[in-house]
């Protein structure tokens, strides 16, 4: 997998809030894409770190130290083993990278837990 990749025509093709899907390979970690609606499941990923970069909309990442909301141009680290729960009351279109074995809802497995889907 490499070449150009066109965000905006990726998620257009997403109509499923929660539903991730991989559109570049960096080493071993995915760069995935995501719309987000709404409340995510509460969750940790034991052995790495999660990178949220919101590109459109406005995201909150809860957790027990405090939210943190990420606006469009920003970029946020949850650190492995943080708790944390993404929520967009509005809607947020969002990059995440994270290594290409890392399950979408972590150590909390969910009905929004998806199989990796690479476009």
Do not use: C
Not at 51 to 79: E, H, I, N, W
Request: proline share 7%.
């Amino acid at each position: 997998m490499s070449g150009l990749v066109d965000l905006d025509g990726v998620l257009s093709q997403i109509d499923e809030p929660w539903s991730p899907r991989t559109v570049a390979l960096l080493n071993d970690y995915d760069i995935r894409m995501v719309k987000a609606k709404g409340e995510f499941t509460r969750h940790s990923h034991p052995e790495t770190d999660e990178a949220f970069l919101v590109l459109k909309g406005s995201l909150t990442v809860r957790m027990d130290a405090g939210d943190v909301t990420v606006g469009p141009g920003q970029l946020y680290v949850v650190p492995r083993g943080v708790h944390h729960q993404p929520v967009s009351e509005k809607g947020a279109e969002v990059l995440l990278i994270e290594p290409s074995s890392t399950v979408n809802t972590g150590d909390t497995p969910s009905e929004l837990t998806t199989d990796r889907r690479v476009v």
